[in-house]
């Protein structure tokens, strides 16, 4: 390892490293801007400090206190997503809006996971959510022609981002990869049978691990079956999630067991996660306390509700969204290996 690279990122030997990343990332974001703005997106600025952060089950936020004139201190937390002040501003009567700004989340730091994050999250009302997949792979090729980038490379994948993407649904995929018939585990409304997906996994000789719930080794066989294949060669769509596994998404009207929900993977790695957006507050608050009670049982802790997103809901239009990790879209675009290769700056360890 050189000195460059041991170095603190400011030093001026390892940011004359990092500084042509650092500028491409720059021309990337100044076309996604710009691309925005010829399709009439407006672009919005969200507060980060949240009464509730986001109602996923395995996400963790970083929690603080807003103390008030009266020196009264209430919880309060850094976003992990614009996407309840967005639906707001749907609600409000926005139509086609854009987010490009910090999130947050906690637990997570690795080559593609970073404490404070930027994150691209974009919304059309009254739209099909194959119009927003077709966004997301129109930006993944206007970052690769930006920087010029004949190939995505991640570790041991490579993917052509100019190339035709693939698409395949999640209970495709699983057939394929790993042999396993997931809708024959749910019922017609789309409840999961734990007993049942165990069955699978002993069925194509997997080893079943010790948490035995239908969520868990739906992302078992996700990570060790499925997720390695993704991306490879070309970009892949990977849609019509399980409904207990699309909180925020609406059900197909053909499938009560799946949703609106979509993955895009490159090379190996998860770029965009979208929907077609959930507008009935009754199904979404039943869902929001179903992931509660999930991460009370799995990490003892709970976050509030956001009945103002709640109550919002009721005002929302159809809609579609998605969110993108901008900084592993710059990653692939420069070829770099590590997210933090691509940050101006990165948290402190």
């Known amino acids: ?105 906690n637990r997570e730091r690795s080559a593609l996971h970073h404490p404070e994050f930027t994150m691209l999250e974009w919304y059309r009302a009254g739209a099909p959510y194959e119009a927003v997949i077709a966004d997301t792979l129109a930006i993944i090729r206007l970052a690769a022609e930006v920087t010029g980038i004949a190939r995505f490379a991640f570790r041991d994948r490579v993917c052509d981002p100019l190339a035709e993407a693939e698409r395949i649904s999640v209970a495709e995929a699983f057939e394929h990869f790993a042999g396993i018939d997931l809708l024959a585990t749910m019922d017609d409304d789309g409840e999961p049978d734990d007993a049942a997906l165990a069955e699978q996994l002993v069925r194509v000789g997997m080893a079943l691990p010790e948490d035995r719930r239908w969520s868990y080794l739906f992302t078992h066989v996700l990570v060790e079956k499925v997720e390695p294949e993704l991306g490879n060669g070309r970009v892949t769509v990977l849609d019509r999630y399980p409904t207990c596994e699309a909180a925020l998404a609406r059900r197909v009207p053909s499938d009560r067991r799946v949703s609106e929900r979509f993955e895009v993977y490159a090379a190996g790695v998860e770029l965009a996660n979208g929907f077609g957006e959930l507008t009935d507050a009754a199904e979404q608050r039943v869902r929001f306390e179903a992931e509660m009670a999930e991460k009370q049982r799995l990490y003892g802790e709970r976050y509030p509700i956001d009945e103002d997103f709640l109550a919002a809901l009721d005002f929302m239009p159809e809609a579609s969204g998605v969110a993108l990790g901008f900084d592993r879209l710059v990653m692939l675009a420069t070829g770099a290996q590590r997210i933090e290769a691509v940050l101006w700056a990165p948290v402190a360890e």
């Open 1 to 105: 390892m050189t000195a460059s690279q041991t170095s603190p990122w400011w030093h001026p030997d390892r940011h004359a490293d990092r500084r042509p990343a650092l500028l491409a990332r720059a021309r990337i974001e100044a076309r996604l801007r710009g691309w925005l703005a010829e399709r009439d997106f407006l672009i919005v600025d969200p507060p980060g400090l949240q009464r509730s952060p986001g109602n996923e089950a395995h996400l963790h936020a970083f929690g603080t206190q807003m103390i008030g004139n009266d020196g009264v201190g209430q919880g309060m937390y850094l976003h992990t997503s614009p996407e309840f002040t967005m639906k707001k501003l749907l609600a409000a009567g926005e139509s086609r809006i854009a987010s490009l700004q910090h999130v947050w989340r």
